[in-house]
C-alpha cells in the first residue's frame, strides 16, 4: 500500500487564521486544479465569495440528485448571476436511478439506512466522484460545530479515497459568523433559512429544525441511529 502524502500544510499553524487567510496559503501550494463542491447552503456560497473576490481561479459544481428543492434550483441560477461562473452540474447516471427505481421503488431510502446510503451513493457519491477527477484540491463547507460525527474536522487533510487534497476553510467558524458574513458582504442567501431549515439536502430527505436540535437533525429525521451523513465526508 502506498504511503499517504504529506499534508504541505501545517493545521496547527492554519488553527488561527481567517477562512480567507486560509485560502491564500492553499493557492499559494494549489495554484490550479482547485473544486469548491456547492450545495447551494450559505457555508459554500460564502466561501465562493471569498474565493472570488481574492481573484482565483477555482471549479464550482453542484450535484442535482433529481429531488432537489425548487428553491435550491433558483440559488443555482442566483450564484451564476452575481459571481458570472460556469456552474458545472454533476447528474446521477440515468441507468442507475433507473435501476434502483425500478428495483425498489421510488422511496427505499425510508425503508432502511442501508437503502438510504445505496441512494445517496448513487444520486451524489458517484457524481461527486466524477465531478472532483483529475482535482488536486476539493474545498467544501464544513464546519466542526455542524455535528458530533465533523467536531474533529481538520482544515487540511488527504483525502484517500479521491487521491486529492480536502480544505474545510470554515471549520472553526460557527453559523453565525458564517450568515453574518453573508449578510454583510450580500451573499445570495437560501430562502428555506428563513423557514427553519439549518441543514439543506434533497426536498423528501431535509425538514426544518426544531429549536434545541442538532443543525443536522433535520437530515433523515425518520432514522433513529447512526451518522447522519450521505458518504460525501463522511470517513
Same mark, same amino acid.
Given at each position: 500500500?502506498?504511503?499517504?502524502?504529506? /499534508?504541505?500544510?501545517?493545521? #496547527?499553524?492554519?488553527? !488561527? $487564521?481567517?477562512?480567507?487567510?486560509?485560502?491564500? =496559503?492553499?493557492?499559494?501550494?494549489?495554484?490550479?486544479?482547485?473544486?469548491?463542491?456547492?450545495?447551494? #447552503?450559505?457555508?459554500? %456560497?460564502?466561501?465562493?465569495?471569498? /474565493?472570488?473576490?481574492?481573484?482565483?481561479?477555482?471549479?464550482?459544481?453542484?450535484?442535482?440528485?433529481?429531488? $432537489?428543492?425548487?428553491?435550491?434550483?433558483?440559488?443555482?441560477?442566483?450564484?451564476?448571476?452575481?459571481?458570472?461562473?460556469?456552474?458545472?452540474?454533476?447528474?446521477?447516471?440515468? +441507468?442507475?436511478?433507473?435501476? &434502483?427505481?425500478?428495483?425498489?421503488?421510488?422511496?427505499?431510502?425510508?425503508?432502511?439506512?442501508?437503502?438510504?446510503?445505496?441512494?445517496?451513493?448513487?444520486?451524489?457519491? $458517484?457524481? !461527486? !466522484?466524477?465531478? &472532483?477527477?483529475?482535482? =488536486?484540491?476539493? /474545498?467544501?463547507?464544513?464546519?466542526?460545530?455542524?455535528?458530533?460525527?465533523?467536531?474533529?474536522?481538520?482544515?487540511?487533510?488527504?483525502?484517500?479515497?479521491?487521491?486529492?487534497?480536502?480544505?474545510?476553510?470554515?471549520?472553526?467558524?460557527?453559523?453565525?459568523?458564517?450568515?453574518?458574513?453573508?449578510?454583510? !458582504?450580500? %451573499?445570495?442567501?437560501?430562502? &428555506?433559512?428563513?423557514?427553519?431549515?439549518?441543514?439543506?439536502?434533497?426536498?423528501?430527505?431535509?425538514?426544518? %429544525?426544531?429549536?434545541?436540535?442538532?443543525?443536522?437533525?433535520?437530515?433523515?429525521?425518520? +432514522? #433513529?441511529?447512526?451518522?447522519?451523513?450521505?458518504? &460525501?465526508?463522511?470517513?
Amino acid at each position: 500500500m502506498l504511503a499517504k502524502p504529506e /499534508i504541505p500544510l501545517q493545521n #496547527q499553524d492554519l488553527e !488561527n $487564521l481567517s477562512p480567507q487567510e486560509i485560502l491564500k =496559503k492553499l493557492y499559494d501550494v494549489f495554484p490550479d486544479k482547485v473544486a469548491l463542491s456547492m450545495s447551494l #447552503q450559505a457555508e459554500d %456560497v460564502v466561501l465562493l465569495d471569498m /474565493i472570488v473576490k481574492l481573484g482565483k481561479p477555482v471549479k464550482v459544481y453542484a450535484l442535482d440528485t433529481g429531488r $432537489l428543492h425548487e428553491a435550491t434550483y433558483r440559488m443555482m441560477d442566483s450564484i451564476r448571476y452575481k459571481y458570472h461562473i460556469d456552474l458545472e452540474v454533476y447528474f446521477p447516471k440515468a +441507468e442507475d436511478v433507473e435501476k &434502483l427505481v425500478r428495483e425498489k421503488g421510488l422511496y427505499s431510502f425510508k425503508e432502511s439506512v442501508e437503502n438510504r446510503k445505496e441512494c445517496c451513493y448513487i444520486r451524489k457519491v $458517484l457524481p !461527486n !466522484n466524477r465531478a &472532483l477527477k483529475g482535482m =488536486k484540491l476539493w /474545498i467544501t463547507g464544513i464546519r466542526r460545530d455542524m455535528s458530533e460525527d465533523r467536531k474533529n474536522t481538520p482544515i487540511l487533510e488527504w483525502d484517500d479515497s479521491h487521491h486529492l487534497y480536502k480544505a474545510a476553510p470554515l471549520a472553526n467558524w460557527t453559523r453565525k459568523q458564517v450568515h453574518e458574513y453573508a449578510k454583510e !458582504n450580500h %451573499v445570495p442567501y437560501h430562502p &428555506l433559512y428563513n423557514e427553519g431549515y439549518l441543514s439543506i439536502g434533497c426536498e423528501p430527505c431535509t425538514r426544518a %429544525v426544531q429549536e434545541g436540535e442538532d443543525e443536522r437533525a433535520g437530515r433523515w429525521w425518520w +432514522e #433513529q441511529e447512526g451518522h447522519k451523513e450521505c458518504g &460525501l465526508h463522511f470517513h
